[in-house]
């Protein structure tokens, strides 16, 4: 086999191997295996057809002499017109077409990852389920009177309507209205000692599910990031660095624990744009 059949043949099963990955990838045929191997083959096509093509078909080092007389006489110049190759020219041509049109298939087939990205989140991230007007509800759907917890009672509590929403899950801890110390501003936000927490951790999204009374805090179980819930759900161990966001609440007309805003903060651990947010209360819903 020459050398300029060889380039051609790991071109074209590169290019083959190409438009077999955008297909198995859009028709989801043969799983993440086979698009392996696919991929394998188009990169290694392409490497193994420069390889082929730097050794068989460039020239080797240049080599210098002595330089004598510039212009050569008529005689050489004829001699040097007649010998030159029109074949390596055309083959040359030839060659990076080839190369070209392989190239353009591997970078689409290369390009597919990003079709799996999926859509982008916009504002998702700092919307939940809880907005001004919506009852606080228990795990089966039953709305929560100012009276029914006891003291240091805990309760996990949804937006009305959208029980088990991950991302509005609340952890609902009633305490001593004299043992709260609240941030400035948020005074109105613990009726009759009850305050409100999203129940995501904040440095890996993890349940915070554990109220210790006696210290009044509340744990982590993943990292045992620990918050203290009478000064606002700041950290006060662990590796989590922002507090908790607190859900501010107030006591209904019929008696029942309502919303009257949405989260202080977005829900969760961090995020990239977390900085960026415009609002204050932007973790709520629409």
């Not at 970078?107 to 809880?130: D, E, I, N, V, Y």
């Amino acid at each position: 086999m020459t050398a300029l059949r060889g380039i051609a043949v790991a071109f074209l099963a590169s290019a083959a191997a190409s438009i077999g990955l955008v297909a198995v990838y859009v028709t989801d045929a043969g799983g993440a295996q086979l698009q392996g191997i696919l991929l394998a083959v188009a990169l290694g096509g392409v490497g193994a057809g420069i390889v082929i093509w730097a050794l068989a078909l460039l020239h080797g080092p240049l080599e210098s002499e002595a330089r004598h007389e510039m212009a050569s006489p008529p005689e050489e110049r004829r001699a040097a017109s007649t010998a030159l190759d029109i074949e390596e020219v055309t083959r040359r041509r030839f060659l990076v077409r080839m190369l070209a049109g392989t190239g353009a298939l591997l970078a689409a087939a290369l390009a597919l990852p990003a079709f799996s990205l999926g859509p982008q989140p916009g504002r998702a991230l700092f919307q939940t389920g809880w907005r001004k007007g919506v009852r606080l509800v228990d795990a089966d759907g039953q709305p929560i009177r100012v009276d029914e917890l006891a003291l240091e009672g805990v309760r996990t509590v949804f937006p009305e309507g959208e029980v088990g929403r991950a991302d509005s899950q609340t952890m609902l801890i009633r305490l001593r209205p004299s043992d709260l110390h609240l941030p400035q501003g948020r005074d109105g936000w613990a009726p009759e000692g009850h305050v409100a927490y999203s129940k995501l951790c904040t440095h890996a999204g993890c349940p915070v599910g554990l109220f210790r009374a006696k210290d009044q805090v509340l744990i982590c179980p993943c990292h045992q990031s620990t918050f203290d819930v009478t000064r606002g759900a700041v950290p006060v161990f662990g590796p989590a660095a922002r507090p908790l966001p607190q859900l501010p609440i107030e006591v209904g007309a019929d008696g029942y624990l309502v919303a009257s805003g949405a989260y202080d903060a977005p829900a969760g651990p961090s995020f990239w744009n977390l900085t960026h947010d415009d609002g204050g209360n932007a973790a709520g819903a629409s």
